[in-house]
């Protein structure tokens, strides 16, 4: 769990879920069935409920391509501002996402954008 005092850290939360979810097979299914609850678990706090998390397993046979959000769009919407889309800028899925939700409404205790 994420603790309030320290900061989050995108990258060390999406290591630490899947090192867990490679070395405890209940963990990993429930991962699987129900990602958005195993994150919430994790953050110690509900993400927003129009948010939808999934979690997929890559194999011999079935690769996916993770395609970025388009922030760009959310500026020309006007959802974000050109500062806020500038600190959304580059890293992670997960940490875009983090600090994208943080600058629009919904915060993670911790999260540094």
Same mark, same amino acid.
């Given at each position: 769990?994420?603790?309030?005092? $320290? !900061?989050?850290?995108? /990258? ?8 867990? &979810? $490679? ?17 919430? +678990?994790?953050?110690? /706090? #509900? *993400?927003? &409920?129009? *948010?939808? %998390?999934? !979690?997929? /397993?890559?194999?011999? #046979? ?7 959000? $388009?922030?760009?769009?959310? !500026?020309?919407? /006007? %959802? *974000?501002? +050109? ?5 959304? !800028?580059? @890293? ?8 994208? @939700? &943080?600058? %629009? @409404?919904?915060?993670?205790? @911790?999260?540094?954008?």
């Amino acid at each position: 769990m994420t603790k309030n005092s $320290q !900061a989050f850290n995108p /990258q060390e939360f999406e290591k630490r879920i899947i090192d867990k &979810a $490679q070395t405890d097979a209940t963990y990993k299914q429930r991962l699987l069935s129900n990602a958005k609850a195993v994150f919430e +678990e994790e953050l110690g /706090q #509900k *993400l927003p &409920a129009d *948010l939808e %998390v999934q !979690a997929l /397993q890559q194999s011999m #046979k079935k690769l996916y391509l993770l395609l970025p959000m $388009q922030v760009d769009e959310l !500026a020309r919407n /006007q %959802v *974000l501002s +050109e500062e806020e889309l500038e600190a959304v !800028a580059g @890293g992670g899925a997960l940490g875009t996402l983090l600090r994208l @939700g &943080a600058l %629009v @409404g919904f915060g993670i205790t @911790g999260v540094s954008t």
